[in-house]
């Protein structure tokens, strides 16, 4: 049964079911199955979810269970795997099966894989080819011969910021001035960009503050038609309130927009949640007001070792979020690339709208860069490990260079 064949079928199980109907995983994709179980005219009897901070909450006033306890009050339901969205799915979900065989489960289980598909081809109802968008679902940084996964992308469609962190992890208070991206030519960049990848799991539209940028609407709606993007996001700091208009519309192209709470910085927050709620877009708050941050660092040189420059670039590189597409159409891996006095290695960057490059050029670029052992940026970071520092600390003015 190839990929399509097996997700149809699942679905047609949740569809039909008079089963209880668990959600594993209280996360983002467990919220984005509370969309798809809507459009089935289905609700969900309670979440699972292995951490224990979550067990005894409710999300939309859904209970959230242990497994244990999930699995011993309805061990015949069907469980829908909720897991590892922006991480390798095959081993999380090897281990949340072998659980479930642990635990004499002998339900139905719906795969991570099906509530994908599902949110992005009945919910948002893409007009996209169904049989990339189940090759991309599996990507997670494969580098082939002559293409590439990726699990993830960030658009930085605008360099504004309603805010000026002094640790922001995107540089925004110490690159150029803000700079918007121009919207042909983010679009046609990043179209660019997956003619010559498999695909991406999760597009981020990113900033600086996205809200600020005039053509957010239309660069999700062209991203929206591209085969092999799978999930577009939108994340935000909660400073702006958009029009219940443009969150109407940009609900046909987003999955999720994940809203970073920055305590009384993020003034329009609570309304923003309630708006999202009103159009159907699925929201995920992370408080980023109470937890120590980590602290950037300057941007002097250090002279590591090879060593030492290596252990500090794997250390990032674990997470697999380092792939992003700048305002002014850049393929980088790291934001220490923009700040103006570091000194980059021209092969480490891919200006994805220089026409004197063909697509074999850019592919044989991209595949290089993805296999660096580091950045010449990384040469100018104190690294990110351990040292914090309070969180969303304002910075007056901008650094001149
Ligand atoms: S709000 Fe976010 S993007 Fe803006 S400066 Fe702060 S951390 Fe950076
Ligand atoms: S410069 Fe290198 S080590 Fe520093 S944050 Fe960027 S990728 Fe990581």
């Known amino acids: 049964m190839n990929f399509e064949e097996q997700t149809i079928k699942e679905l047609n199980i949740l569809k039909n079911t008079e089963k209880p109907i668990i959600i594993v995983g209280a996360a983002i994709l467990g919220k984005m199955a509370l969309k798809v179980l809507e459009y089935y005219n289905k609700k969900a009897i309670c979440f699972a979810d292995n951490n224990k901070a979550l067990q005894g909450k409710k999300i939309k006033n859904i209970p959230i269970y242990s497994m244990k306890d ?109 700079v918007d991206a121009d919207r042909i030519e983010i679009v046609k960049a990043t179209k660019k960009l997956f003619s010559v990848i498999d695909g991406v799991r999760w597009l981020q539209l990113f900033g600086g503050e996205p809200f600020l940028y005039k053509d957010l609407l239309y660069v999700a709606e062209q991203i929206s038609k591209i085969d092999n993007a799978i999930i577009i996001s939108i994340v935000t700091n909660g400073t702006i309130l958009p029009t219940k208009e443009l969150l109407s519309e940009l609900s046909r192209y987003v999955s999720i927009i994940f809203i970073s709470n920055y305590g009384v910085l993020s003034t329009k927050l609570k309304e923003f949640v309630e708006l999202c709620d009103k159009v159907g877009i699925v929201t995920n708050i992370t408080d980023f007001s109470k937890q120590p941050w980590i602290d950037m660092g300057n941007f002097n040189k250090r002279y590591y070792s090879k060593d030492q420059i290596t252990n500090i670039y794997n250390e990032c590189k674990k997470d697999d979020c380092l792939y992003k597409i700048t305002p002014d159409c850049k393929f980088i891996l790291c934001e220490r690339q923009l700040i103006p006095t570091i000194e980059n290695n021209e092969d480490e960057i891919i200006e994805l709208n220089d026409n004197t490059m063909d697509l074999n050029i850019i592919i044989n670029k991209l595949s290089s860069i993805l296999r660096l052992p580091y950045i010449s940026a990384c040469d100018y970071c104190k690294s990110l490990i351990e040292v914090k520092v309070p969180p969303a600390v304002q910075v007056q003015e901008k650094l001149k260079f």
Do not use: M, W
């Open 70 to 178: 999930a699995v011993r009050f309805y061990s015949d339901g069907v469980f829908i795997l909720c897991v590892a969205i922006r991480k390798n799915i095959v081993p999380a979900l090897k281990g949340i099966k072998k659980q479930l065989d642990c635990l004499d489960f002998n339900g139905d289980i719906i795969s991570p894989y099906s509530i994908i598909y599902a949110s992005q081809i009945k919910v948002l109802k893409r007009k996209i080819d169904s049989s990339k968008l189940a090759n991309a679902i599996e990507s997670f940084s494969v580098i082939h011969e002559n293409t590439c996964k990726l699990p993830h992308l960030d658009i930085c469609v605008t360099s504004k910021c309603s805010l000026n962190c002094k640790n922001c992890s995107a540089l925004i208070p110490y690159r150029k001035p803000g």
